[in-house]
């Protein structure tokens, strides 16, 4: 969104409401902005079909501090100090073991499985490489108004760091709808 490649007309005010939705009770919720490139989309992933509880509670096992649930400076630093992909794997390996155990397993589990495979693959692929925002050319600036200037309130925070991740896991949360749909 911030780059130009992907536009929402200003007139869709259900969907800014659902994305400010998903960024204050899942994003924020798990500190996505300020986990490692690959381990905040998996984390995200988990909270939104899970719960951010659940989603901190297993990725503070995974790391080795205290499970509370909610993720801080020692999950935090805990999470910065081991590779991601390892990270990856034994969040998705622990998220995918949880998911057997429901007894709605039978039933969902095929698409459960998918899913899970798919956020592994693409948050692999986000660990293994930061992509820079492409940076506008001097006093150019977009050529229609950005959406984010018509709804300030899901304008990206600037306390994220570069590489703007919300908008990348947007991207990649919709690659995951869509890639869960082809059969």
């Known amino acids: 969104m ?23 009770f899942y994003w924020d919720a798990v500190a996505g902005a300020e986990l490692p490139a690959g381990v905040d989309y998996a984390v995200f992933d988990f909270a939104v079909n899970s719960g ?18 909610r993720i801080g400076p020692a999950t935090l630093g805990a999470a910065r100090a081991r590779p991601a992909g390892v990270v990856i794997d034994a969040l998705c390996d622990a998220r995918l073991a949880f998911l057997k155990r429901l007894p709605t397993w039978p039933t ?4 459960w499985s998918g899913r899970v495979g798919f956020v592994r693959a693409e948050a692999l692929l986000l660990s293994a490489v930061e992509p820079a925002p492409p940076a506008p050319a001097p006093g150019q600036g977009p050529s229609v108004p950005s959406a984010e200037a018509a709804h300030p309130e899901v304008a990206p925070d600037p306390a994220v760091p570069a590489g703007n991740a919300f908008w990348r896991l947007l991207l990649a949360i919709f690659k995951t709808i869509l890639g869960g749909k082809r059969s």
Request: hydrophobic share 40%.
């Open 108 to 111: 969902f589990g095929r698409g």
């Open 52 to 69: 951010p509880a659940r989603a901190a509670n297993y990725l503070q096992a995974i790391v080795g501090v205290t499970q509370d649930g």
């Open 2 to 24: 911030q780059s130009g490649r992907f536009k929402v007309f200003s007139t869709l005010l259900a969907w800014f409401e659902e994305f400010r939705l998903y960024r204050r």
